[in-house]
């Protein structure tokens, strides 16, 4: 499934692999003046053609390496003709042979998104450009250590990838790091922006309130972990003493989506 919806200037393209007639786990593509941030998995690639029929792109920027995000590089490369993509210079060996890599896949991204073909990629500079727009890069790791946002200034942009996702989020993969984040989220609020927008799909309009309002409740969260943590308790009671129990991503994707990450995380153990 590809779903394309408008946001002024700036075209969002939801796309997710149906199952049993209904989306699983959707991401956000976003398109605006030939410029594409990130391209899906590799499961919707068949209508990749019919979808961008009338919204040629030029330039392909990815904001990281994983595998919902370059997974239809290739095919704009060989079937519409874009040109190398765009990412920081760590995801480009993985972009260029996702299987350094793709082997750690779990089975739950096998099914949900799939794994990337090669396609070719390039180092991102300091900015990129189109027709109407400058776009700043900032080296944004946590989620991953070659995660991208990409602002513009003038419009008060900013393109998060799968740093942001929600003001609340209580569950974090294993590979992410949450005290890299936090640090991510603070360097964000250093630049003015005004609409942030999210791989989730989610379109925040009160950009900076948002990313400010995460940093809160993963500080408080923090304190409070550390202080469980210093009378004894173990990362699991504290999980549940702060955050109940553990949702049923965990269940679903065996154990990758976690509360207790984002306790052992903050806790750096
Ligand atoms: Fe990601």
Not at 23 to 40: K, R, S
Not at 50 to 57: K, L, Q
Not at 146 to 156: A, K, N, V
Not at 196 to 211: I, K, P
Request: glycine share 8%; with cysteine; hydrophobic share 40%.
């Amino acid at each position: 499934m590809i779903d394309c919806r408008r946001h002024h200037e700036v075209t969002q393209f939801v796309m997710g692999r149906v199952v049993d007639g209904r989306p699983v786990y959707t991401m956000a593509c976003y398109y605006v003046d030939g410029l594409l941030i990130d391209t899906g998995p590799v499961h919707v690639a068949g209508e990749i053609p019919a979808a961008f029929a009338e919204f040629p792109v030029h330039t392909i920027v990815n904001t990281h390496h994983h595998e919902d995000h370059i997974g239809n590089n290739a095919v704009f490369q060989e079937k519409l003709g874009v040109g190398p993509a765009l990412a920081h210079e760590k995801a480009v060996p993985r972009i260029v042979d996702p299987r350094i890599w793709t082997g750690r896949l779990q089975p739950y991204q096998h099914f949900v998104w799939g794994a990337p073909p090669p396609s070719a990629a390039r180092p991102i500079g300091e900015e990129v450009r189109t027709e109407s727009y400058t776009f700043r890069v900032l080296h944004t790791p946590g989620h991953s250590d070659d995660h991208i946002c990409l602002l513009e200034p003038e419009r008060g942009w900013l393109f998060a990838g799968d740093l942001f996702i929600s003001e609340r989020a209580e569950v974090l993969r294993s590979d992410e790091d949450a005290l890299l984040i936090l640090d991510s989220l603070r360097r964000l609020l250093e630049y003015d922006f005004e609409v942030l927008f999210c791989a989730s799909g989610l379109v925040a309009r009160n950009a900076r309130g948002a990313v400010a309002a995460k940093i809160a409740y993963w500080e408080d969260l923090k304190e409070r972990a550390q202080a469980l943590y210093r009378t004894g308790l173990d990362p699991e009671e504290i999980r549940e003493r702060l955050l109940g129990p553990e949702t049923a991503l965990y269940g679903l994707t065996g154990g990758d989506f976690a509360k207790v990450h984002l306790v052992r995380s903050l806790l750096r153990i």
